[in-house]
């Protein structure tokens, strides 16, 4: 029997498993440390690393640790609706036999301390908080994608994220660059919604320049992120961006399919919760004759956010905020 020693862990803002993206590359612009223990904090461990981009990252599920893992021949993966049972190598499951993770990730940068202490800042990360990593390996493009071969995906559908369409917002939102450009999302929101997001203790301004952060003060000039400093506008630009981008990547199970959905998650040590409207077919055809009766543009208002054969949702934020306690 092998005994796993974990030679570090995973610091980031999300602690909640129903808040992680399905792979980390689908909300790539998350950055999380990869906190090195002695003796690999020394820096000869980390000696040449900074000159690879990519990084293969091994790791624990550790919250997902059952007995019944070491026995689980079939599971349920949520894109086939969580009804439909695979093998569990056919699957990238985090329920698995040894409860290892795989991950690939974009190295930022390689940080070494004061103290001497060497650590990674990566981007593209879809583990958890404290998360044990048990292993890290450089990304070879020639030795670790397929060369000149066809790569079936089997029943895995390749999600349409970032893909050319039209971001819809319900009322007024100046400011776009906050918003993911996810297919089938219209956002019921307002600036003031996500206004909680700039008090939370989550520490990110050390992630951007000087230069980033002079232009938020000048995008985000309007009232009420006019008054904020440069440290909060920072947490309230890039925490937006990440949990708008998570929502909006639609973390519930396949299977819940009601027509209005509350839903809730913890992120950067706060308490988020929406509401999320599926709308119907005949509701999708009233909001087009509603847009081509203020002559906008038909092929460009609907064509590109219905052509996946997603259902339109409709996505408002009700509460951002220190976590909610029911009294006894």
């Known amino acids: 029997m092998f005994a796993l020693k974990p030679i570090g862990k995973i610091n980031s803002l999300l602690t909640d498993k129903f808040s992680m993206p399905r792979q980390g590359s689908l909300n790539n612009e998350l950055i999380c440390k990869v906190e090195l223990l002695p003796p690999y ?30 026995q689980r021949l079939m599971v349920r993966p949520p894109r086939l609706g969580g009804n439909q049972r695979v093998g569990v190598f056919a699957s990238r499951s985090s329920f698995r036999p040894n409860n290892l993770s795989l991950s690939l990730v974009t190295l930022k940068e390689v940080k070494i301390d004061a103290q001497g202490k060497a650590s990674l800042i990566i981007q593209g990360c879809d583990l958890i908080d404290q998360t044990p990593i048990v292993d890290i390996k450089p990304y070879l493009p020639f030795a ?4 000149e071969q066809e790569v079936k995906t ?13 971001i819809q ?33 989550y520490a990110c301004q050390e992630f951007f320049t000087a230069q980033e952060q002079q232009l938020w003060q000048e995008e ?22 990440i949990l708008l981008k998570l ?12 027509e209005v959905l509350h839903l809730g998650m913890k992120f950067a040590g706060l308490e988020v919760q929406w509401q999320e409207k599926t709308i ?17 543009n038909e092929e460009r208002e609907t064509s590109r956010l219905f052509n996946y054969h997603q259902p339109l949702r409709e996505i408002r934020i009700t509460y951002i905020g220190k976590e909610e306690t029911v009294d006894d």
Do not use: C, M
Not at 144 to 147: F, L, R, S
Not at 224 to 234: G, H, I, K, V, W
Not at 247 to 258: D, V
């Open 247 to 258: 929502i909006a990547l639609n973390p519930k199970p396949a299977y819940k399919e009601q």
């Open 41 to 70: 904090n020394n820096p000869q461990a980390v000696a040449e690393l900074q000159g690879f981009s990519h990084l293969w990252l091994i790791g624990v599920f550790h919250a997902n640790v059952q007995e019944a893992n070491a």
């Open 144 to 147: 670790d994608a397929p060369q």
């Open 154 to 166: 089997g029943y895995v559908q390749t999600p349409q994220v970032n893909v050319e369409t039209k």
């Open 220 to 241: 985000f000039n309007y009232t009420p992120f006019s008054t904020l400093t440069q440290e909060q506008l920072a947490k309230l630009v890039y925490l937006s961006r």
């Open 280 to 296: 119907k077919e005949q509701e999708k055809t009233s909001k087009e004759q509603e847009n081509n009766s203020k002559g906008q």
């Open 169 to 201: 917002v319900k009322g007024e939102f100046p400011s776009f660059s906050l918003l993911p450009q996810v297919a089938g999302v219209v956002w019921d929101l307002q600036p003031r919604d996500l206004l909680p997001l700039s008090e939370s203790t």
